[in-house]
T-cell receptor, first 112, second 114 residues
Framework: QQQVKQSPQSLIVQKGGISIINCAYE??????FPWYQQFPGKGPALLIA?????SEKKEGRFTISFNKSAKQFSLHIMDSQPGDSATYFC???????????FGTGTRLQVFP | GAGVSQTPSNKVTEKGKYVELRCDPI?????LYWYRQSLGQGPEFLIY????????DSGLPNDRFFAVRPEGSVSTLKIQRTERGDSAVYLC????????????FGPGTRLTVL
């Protein structure tokens, strides 16, 4: 069964700090790894995504690091802000499909 | 332009009843997805449409769940003989094409089965 495991379950960071969320997958047949941000009462929104042929991707304060051999990928949020407080989901899309397989989520709280 | 819309935003029903949940995708998006999100969990895939046809319905939990998209735009998720375990937020997403294009999610319908 294809699974994506995510940690930590919750994270508290001070404003200006770095938030790090980790994910690992158990099946090599994934070819797309997006991160989604979800605020209460809203649907998930794409934050940043990476393909397995790239080891790192940066967009503004958000960076994905991807380790294909370890089957792990992580999200780094630099200079974390209170407005970043939300639940973050890693996800993966298997080859030749379009369905997202989500992790269990990380609730991030950034305090001023 | 308008995003994905879902109606109703909340639905409370009694065990055994039939419910319909509606999704209006972004105009022009050919792909439409349904996911289910239980409290404290990530969304779980239910079904995916490309145009009018269900390209992948492997996530539907049982035959009480059914979805249609008759004209390739609006989709309806139908749940028969609802059970308390069906209580969750049902999310709809759409994308402009296949091959890992961004899926845009609606706000979801919160279904509560009493």
């Amino acid at each position: 069964q294809q699974q994506v495991k995510q940690s930590p379950q919750s994270l508290i960071v001070q404003k200006g700090g770095i938030s790090i969320i980790n994910c690992a997958y158990e099946n090599t047949a994934f070819d797309y790894f997006p991160w989604y941000q979800q605020f209460p009462g809203k649907g998930p929104a794409l934050l940043i995504a990476i393909r397995p042929d790239v080891s790192e991707k940066k967009e503004g304060r958000f960076t994905i690091s991807f380790n294909k051999s370890a089957k792990q990928f992580s999200l780094h949020i630099m200079d974390s802000q209170p407005g970043d407080s939300a639940t973050y989901f890693c996800a993966a899309i298997p080859y030749n499909t379009d369905k997202l397989i989500f992790g269990t989520g990380t609730r991030l709280q950034v305090f001023p | 332009g308008a995003g994905v819309s879902q109606t109703p935003s909340n639905k409370v029903t009694e065990k055994g009843k039939y419910v319909e949940l509606r999704c209006d995708p972004i105009s022009g998006h050919t792909a439409l997805y349904w996911y289910r999100q239980s409290l404290g969990q990530g969304p779980e895939f239910l079904i995916y449409f490309q145009g009018t046809g269900a390209a992948d319905d492997s996530g539907l939990p049982n035959d009480r769940f059914f979805a249609v998209r008759p004209e390739g735009s609006v989709s309806t998720l139908k749940i028969q003989r609802t059970e308390r375990g069906d209580s969750a937020v049902y999310l709809c997403a759409s994308s402009s094409d296949r091959q890992n294009n961004e899926q845009f999610f609606g706000p979801g319908t919160r279904l509560t089965v009493l």
